[in-house]
C-alpha cells in the first residue's frame, strides 16, 4: 500500500528545468533513500513533498487525503540545515511546534521530554538554542520533525553534518523509527542507505534514473568483481589483464585495479593462472558483489 | 485560536527576551519628555551656556500647554516612526531569510495567523510604548505648564495611535514582500515620507488623506473641536491599514518560504 504518489512531477527555477518529471510512490512502512549526486535535485524534490515550494507541474497525492487538505500534519521534516529560534531553550522550541502541530500543552511537553531523551539531548534541554553545537541542532532538529508522530518523516541529509559517533547513533535511532514511520531521507553517503533502507530512488539530473529495492537493484546489476592490488605499479599489468577473455573491462582507484568479469569461476582461474605464470606481485586479490556505490556509479554514468 | 494565541504568546516572549519590552518604551518616555524639560528650562539652558550678551532682548512667548504637547507628538511621528520602522522591519523577513520560518509553516500552521500574530504583537509594543511615552510627556506638561484635559489627551494619543499603525502595517507588509529587511525598513519609511509630502504639498485635494490625520488631532488638541475631516481621513487610515495587511499576507502566501 502505498503511503504518498508522486505524479509527473516537475519544478522550473527561471526557465530552468531542475526536475523533469519523477514519478514514485512509498510503501508505508518502509524506509526509502533518496540518493544522487550533489545538484540532482534531491533537496527541491523534498521541498516541494513537504509543501515548502510548489511544484511546477504533476501532483502529489497522500493517502486518504483529497485535493486541497492540508497534507503538512501528516509529515514532519528536516531540513539540511535547519535553524531555530537561538533565543528559545531546547525544550522551549519542541513545546512551541508541539503545540502549533494541534498538541495540547500538557502533551506537547511530555513528547518534547521524550524526544531530548530519545535524541540524547536531555541534558541540554533548559540551554539556549544558540548555544547547541552543529549536532545538537541536527538531533533537536530530527526531534521537531517527530512531534507530532508523522505519518511520513522526511530528513535531508540528517548524518552528512554528523561526526561518526553522531552518526551512528542517528542511523540507530532511524533503524528504531523505521518501525513506526515511513521514511524518506536524501543523502550522498550511500553506506548509510544501504544500511538502513529498504527501497533506493536514484536520482540524476532531475531525473529518477533507476529505483527499487537493495536486493532488486543488485540483482539488477549483477557484475562479478576482482579486486586487484599489486606491490608496484597497476598500470603495468593493465593490459595482460584486458587481454583475458572473461574480463569485460577495468577501472583503477588508487592503487587497486577492479576488474568486471563475465563469469566468475573462469576469471578467478584464468586471472591467477596468468599471475602465477608471469610471477605478479600481488597483494590482494578479492572477488567482491556490487555494492551500493557500484550500482551508483553505473547508473549516474549512463 | 489555540494555535494563534501560542503563535502570539511566542512573539510577546521573543520582544520579552531582546529586551524590546524594556528599550522601546524608555524610547518614547525620553523622545517626549524632552519637550515640556526643554521648553521650561530653556531661559536657564541659554544662562548656563554663557547668556545672552547685554542688552540683547530676546522675547519668547512661553508656549501653551497644548503646544508642547503637539511638540512632543512630532517627536513621535518622526523618530517614533523610525523606531517603529527599525523593530518591525525584520518580523517577517528576517525569520524567512533564516529558514525558521521554513521550519515553522512546514507545520500545519495557517499563513494568515503566522502574519497576524506578529502584526498584532507589534501593534501592542507600539501603542503601548506610545502610551507610557505619552503619557509621561502629558505628566511633565502638567506639572511645569497646565494640565491638558485628560479627554484630550486620549483623543489625541488614539488619533496619532491610529497614522503609527498604518505605519507600522505598512513595514509588516513590505517586510512579507522582501527578504532583506534594510529593503523594506527603506521602502516603509520612503512610503511614509512620500504620504506626508504628498498630502502637505497637496493639501487642498489630500483632505481626507491618513497623513493629516496628526493636523487635525493638533487642532483638536488646541480647539476642543473636532474637525470635520478627521473622521473621514481616520476611516481612510484604518481601510489603508486593513489593505496593507491582506496584501502582506497574500503575498507572504504566495512566497515560497524555501528557495534556491
Given at each position: 500500500?502505498?503511503?504518498?504518489?508522486?505524479?509527473?512531477?516537475?519544478?522550473?527555477?527561471?526557465?530552468?528545468?531542475?526536475?523533469?518529471?519523477?514519478?514514485?510512490?512509498?510503501?508505508?512502512?518502509?524506509?526509502?533513500?533518496?540518493?544522487?549526486?550533489?545538484?540532482?535535485?534531491?533537496?527541491?524534490?523534498?521541498?516541494?513533498?513537504?509543501?515548502?515550494?510548489?511544484?511546477?507541474?504533476?501532483?502529489?497525492?497522500?493517502?486518504?487525503?483529497?485535493?486541497?487538505?492540508?497534507?503538512?500534519k501528516?509529515?514532519?521534516?528536516?531540513?539540511?540545515?535547519?535553524?531555530?529560534?537561538?533565543?528559545?531553550?531546547?525544550?522551549?522550541?519542541?513545546?512551541?511546534v508541539?503545540?502549533?502541530?494541534?498538541?495540547?500543552?500538557?502533551?506537547?511537553?511530555?513528547?518534547?521530554?521524550?524526544?531530548?531523551?530519545?535524541?540524547?539531548?536531555?541534558?541540554?534541554k533548559k540551554?539556549?538554542?544558540?548555544?547547541?553545537?552543529?549536532?545538537?541542532?541536527q538531533?533537536?532538529?530530527?526531534?521537531?520533525?517527530?512531534?507530532?508522530?508523522?505519518q511520513?518523516?522526511?530528513?535531508?541529509?540528517?548524518?552528512?553534518?554528523?561526526?561518526?559517533?553522531?552518526?551512528?547513533?542517528?542511523?540507530?535511532?532511524?533503524?528504531?523509527?523505521k518501525?513506526?514511520?515511513?521514511?524518506?531521507?536524501?543523502?550522498?553517503?550511500?553506506?548509510?542507505?544501504?544500511?538502513?533502507?529498504?527501497?533506493?530512488?536514484?536520482?540524476?539530473?532531475?531525473?529518477?534514473?533507476?529505483?527499487?529495492?537493495?536486493?532488486?537493484l543488485?540483482?539488477?546489476?549483477?557484475?562479478?568483481?576482482?579486486?586487484?592490488?599489486?606491490?608496484?605499479?597497476?598500470?603495468?599489468?593493465?593490459?595482460?589483464?584486458?587481454g583475458?577473455?572473461?574480463?569485460?573491462?577495468?577501472?583503477?582507484?588508487?592503487?587497486?585495479?577492479?576488474?568486471?568479469?563475465?563469469?566468475?569461476?573462469?576469471?578467478?582461474?584464468?586471472?591467477?593462472?596468468?599471475?602465477?605464470?608471469?610471477?605478479?606481485?600481488?597483494?590482494?586479490?578479492?572477488?567482491?558483489?556490487?555494492t551500493?556505490?557500484?550500482?551508483?556509479?553505473?547508473?549516474?554514468?549512463? | 485560536?489555540?494555535?494563534?494565541?501560542?503563535?502570539?504568546?511566542?512573539?510577546?516572549?521573543?520582544?520579552?527576551?531582546?529586551?524590546?519590552?524594556?528599550?522601546?518604551p524608555i524610547?518614547?518616555?525620553?523622545?517626549?519628555?524632552?519637550?515640556?524639560?526643554?521648553?521650561?528650562?530653556?531661559?536657564?539652558i541659554?544662562?548656563?551656556?554663557?547668556?545672552?550678551?547685554d542688552?540683547?532682548?530676546?522675547?519668547?512667548?512661553?508656549?501653551?500647554?497644548?503646544?508642547?504637547?503637539?511638540?512632543?507628538?512630532?517627536?513621535?511621528?518622526?523618530?517614533?516612526?523610525?523606531?517603529?520602522?527599525?523593530?518591525?522591519?525584520?518580523?517577517?523577513?528576517?525569520?524567512?531569510?533564516?529558514?525558521?520560518?521554513?521550519?515553522?509553516?512546514?507545520?500545519p500552521?495557517?499563513?494568515?495567523?503566522?502574519?497576524?500574530?506578529?502584526?498584532?504583537?507589534?501593534?501592542?509594543?507600539?501603542?503601548?510604548?506610545?502610551?507610557?511615552?505619552?503619557?509621561?510627556?502629558?505628566?511633565y506638561?502638567?506639572?511645569?505648564?497646565?494640565?491638558?484635559?485628560?479627554?484630550?489627551?486620549?483623543?489625541?494619543?488614539?488619533?496619532?495611535?491610529?497614522?503609527?499603525?498604518?505605519?507600522?502595517?505598512?513595514?509588516?507588509?513590505?517586510?512579507?514582500?522582501?527578504?532583506?529587511?534594510?529593503?523594506?525598513?527603506f521602502?516603509?519609511?520612503?512610503?511614509?515620507?512620500?504620504?506626508?509630502?504628498?498630502?502637505?504639498?497637496?493639501?487642498?485635494w489630500?483632505?481626507?488623506?491618513?497623513?493629516?490625520?496628526?493636523?487635525?488631532?493638533?487642532?483638536?488638541?488646541?480647539?476642543?473641536?473636532?474637525?470635520?475631516?478627521?473622521?473621514?481621513?481616520?476611516l481612510?487610515?484604518?481601510?489603508?491599514?486593513?489593505i496593507?495587511?491582506l496584501?502582506g499576507?497574500?503575498?507572504?502566501?504566495?512566497?515560497?518560504?524555501?528557495?534556491?
Open positions: 500500500m502505498s503511503l504518498i504518489e508522486i505524479k509527473g512531477l516537475k519544478k522550473s527555477f527561471q526557465g530552468r528545468e531542475v526536475i523533469k518529471g519523477l514519478n514514485f510512490s512509498l510503501e508505508k512502512g518502509k524506509c526509502t533513500a533518496l540518493i544522487g549526486p550533489n545538484g540532482a535535485g534531491k533537496t527541491t524534490t523534498l521541498r516541494m513533498l513537504s509543501g515548502l515550494m510548489n511544484s511546477t507541474e504533476g501532483t502529489i497525492v497522500f493517502e486518504g487525503t483529497k485535493k486541497g487538505d492540508d497534507i503538512r501528516f509529515i514532519g521534516y528536516l531540513p539540511q540545515f535547519p535553524v531555530f529560534y537561538d533565543w528559545m531553550s531546547g525544550i522551549e522550541f519542541l513545546e512551541y508541539g503545540k502549533l502541530s494541534g498538541l495540547s500543552k500538557k502533551v506537547a511537553c511530555e513528547r518534547a521530554l521524550h524526544l531530548l531523551q530519545v535524541v540524547g539531548i536531555i541534558d541540554a540551554k539556549r538554542i544558540g548555544k547547541y553545537s552543529g549536532g545538537m541542532k538531533r533537536l532538529g530530527i526531534a521537531q520533525a517527530l512531534i507530532h508522530r508523522p511520513l518523516l522526511m530528513l535531508d541529509e540528517p548524518v552528512s553534518a554528523l561526526d561518526p559517533f553522531g552518526r551512528r547513533e542517528i542511523l540507530e535511532l532511524l533503524e528504531k523509527l518501525k513506526e514511520t515511513t521514511i524518506l531521507f536524501s543523502t550522498h553517503i550511500l553506506n548509510d542507505a544501504e544500511e538502513i533502507c529498504n527501497q533506493i530512488l536514484f536520482l540524476h539530473n532531475g531525473q529518477l534514473v533507476e529505483s527499487g529495492s537493495m536486493e532488486e543488485r540483482e539488477r546489476y549483477q557484475q562479478s568483481r576482482i579486486d586487484i592490488i599489486f606491490q608496484n605499479n597497476e598500470e603495468n599489468y593493465k593490459d595482460v589483464l584486458k583475458l577473455t572473461e574480463v569485460e573491462s577495468i577501472t583503477s582507484e588508487g592503487k587497486q585495479l577492479r576488474i568486471y568479469v563475465n563469469d566468475i569461476e573462469l576469471a578467478r582461474r584464468e586471472i591467477l593462472r596468468e599471475s602465477m605464470e608471469r610471477n605478479w606481485p600481488l597483494v590482494k586479490f578479492e572477488v567482491s558483489g556490487m551500493l556505490e557500484d550500482v551508483f556509479m553505473k547508473v549516474v554514468g549512463k | 485560536m489555540s494555535q494563534w494565541l501560542t503563535l502570539f504568546q511566542k512573539e510577546l516572549l521573543e520582544m520579552w527576551r531582546n529586551f524590546k519590552w524594556i528599550w522601546v524610547t518614547f518616555i525620553l523622545l517626549g519628555v524632552q519637550e515640556p524639560l526643554s521648553s521650561h528650562f530653556m531661559p536657564q541659554i544662562n548656563s551656556l554663557g547668556g545672552l550678551p542688552g540683547a532682548v530676546i522675547k519668547i512667548p512661553p508656549p501653551s500647554a497644548q503646544e508642547v504637547l503637539i511638540k512632543g507628538l512630532s517627536q513621535y511621528t518622526s523618530i517614533g516612526v523610525l523606531i517603529i520602522v527599525l523593530t518591525t522591519m525584520g518580523l517577517l523577513s528576517g525569520e524567512r531569510k533564516s529558514g525558521v520560518a521554513a521550519m515553522i509553516l512546514v507545520k500552521v495557517s499563513y494568515e495567523s503566522y502574519v497576524t500574530s506578529k502584526w498584532v504583537g507589534a501593534m501592542l509594543l507600539m501603542w503601548g510604548s506610545f502610551l507610557i511615552g505619552y503619557l509621561a510627556t502629558w505628566y506638561t502638567g506639572i511645569l505648564f497646565k494640565w491638558v484635559p485628560i479627554s484630550d489627551f486620549f483623543a489625541s494619543y488614539f488619533y496619532y495611535g491610529l497614522w503609527l499603525t498604518l505605519a507600522l502595517t505598512v513595514t509588516i507588509s513590505l517586510s512579507a514582500m522582501f527578504l532583506t529587511s534594510g529593503m523594506a525598513g521602502l516603509s519609511l520612503a512610503i511614509v515620507i512620500l504620504m506626508n509630502v504628498v498630502t502637505s504639498s497637496l493639501s487642498n489630500m483632505e481626507w488623506s491618513p497623513a493629516q490625520i496628526t493636523t487635525y488631532a493638533n487642532k483638536l488638541l488646541l480647539t476642543g473641536k473636532i474637525p470635520d475631516s478627521l473622521f473621514p481621513s481616520s481612510l487610515a484604518l481601510v489603508c491599514t486593513i496593507f495587511l496584501v499576507i497574500f503575498v507572504f502566501k504566495r512566497k515560497e518560504l524555501a528557495s534556491s
